[in-house]
């Protein structure tokens, strides 16, 4: 299936309240496109409805490699990630991502 099919399919999962077959297009989105920021927002947010913690925070470790430090909004990404930990209790790796989260932005505005 193309890009805009994948995107138009979870968009309709994600409207007719479908969050579980929402969560599977955008993942299969990412696994092609792991820097799409848009898309690992929705799925984050989407397994935050489900409850999903475990796959939440891990989703987020799955495409975070692929992320050059560099590149706009991965702090944002760090900031996700940073979440994630802490709704899985693993409260010191969080602050330390979030340390790096906050780090990332400031060094991006300073570059720009």
């Known amino acids: 299936m193309t890009l805009p099919k994948l995107w ?5 999962n994600a409207c007719f309240r479908n969050i579980d077959r929402a969560c599977d297009t955008w993942e299969q989105i990412l696994y092609d496109h792991p820097t799409d920021a848009f898309v690992a927002r929705l799925l984050h ?11 939440m925070r891990d989703s987020v470790a799955r495409i975070l490699p692929e992320w050059p430090t560099s590149r706009p909004l991965y702090g944002y990404l760090l900031g996700m990630y940073a979440f994630g930990l802490c ?23 300073l570059n720009a």
């Open 8 to 12: 138009h399919c979870g968009e309709l």
């Open 87 to 109: 709704e899985t209790k693993n409260f010191d790796k969080a602050a330390v991502m979030a340390h790096k989260a906050s780090c990332s932005a400031v060094i991006v505005c």
């Open 45 to 55: 947010n989407g397994y935050y409805f489900l409850g999903a913690n475990e796959t």
